[in-house]
């Protein structure tokens, strides 16, 4: 007779969920293993094995979300940067639809100084931006490293 999870195991959105849980449950449990192997190699058993269990599974966490944030940060500069890139290619098609409308030195001495000037506060603005991501990418992977460290003081 099927159960209500055998029916769910043939959905692939729940295949796909049973799967990641036991990828992290198989991670979680391999960790285990280690810091007990570790425990033992050093003599570390009782109270002491287990603290240093439960502070190397927080520092898996914080490492995860840390890199968490530092990929999605990465994902955001890499957006950022295609539309820098983008926007600057669509300038320069544009520029040249606008130089062929020159039709003396006049113009084209105006037409090409403003386009530099166009050029380099697009360029300026793109990088301030992307700085702003970095700032801020870094200050969410600095935070939740840090935000173990005070607890772990406060817990001292």
């Given at each position: 007779m099927a159960t209500a999870h055998d029916t769910n195991t043939n959905n692939p959105a729940s295949r796909a969920a049973d799967s990641g849980r036991q990828s992290f449950n198989a991670a979680a449990d391999g960790a285990q293993r280690f810091t007990e192997q570790v425990s033992q190699m050093f003599s570390f058993s009782g109270d002491r094995g287990e603290e240093l269990?439960?502070?190397?599974?927080?520092?898996?966490?914080?490492?995860?979300?840390?890199s968490t944030a530092l990929?999605?940060?990465?994902?955001?500069?890499?957006?950022?940067?295609?539309?820098?890139?983008?926007?600057?290619?669509?300038?320069n098609v544009n520029a040249v639809t606008a130089l062929s409308r020159c039709r003396s030195l006049p113009d084209f001495a105006a037409f090409q100084t403003e386009f530099m000037r166009d050029s380099l506060q697009q360029t300026i603005e793109g990088f301030r931006r992307m700085g702003e991501v970095s700032t801020r990418v870094a200050d969410e992977a600095t935070q939740s490293v840090s935000k173990t460290s005070n607890t772990r003081r406060r817990a001292a």
């Open positions: 269990s439960r502070q190397s599974a927080q520092n898996l966490e914080v490492i995860t979300e840390a990929r999605r940060g990465f994902d955001e500069l890499s957006r950022e940067w295609l539309g820098l890139v983008q926007g600057s290619v669509q300038r």
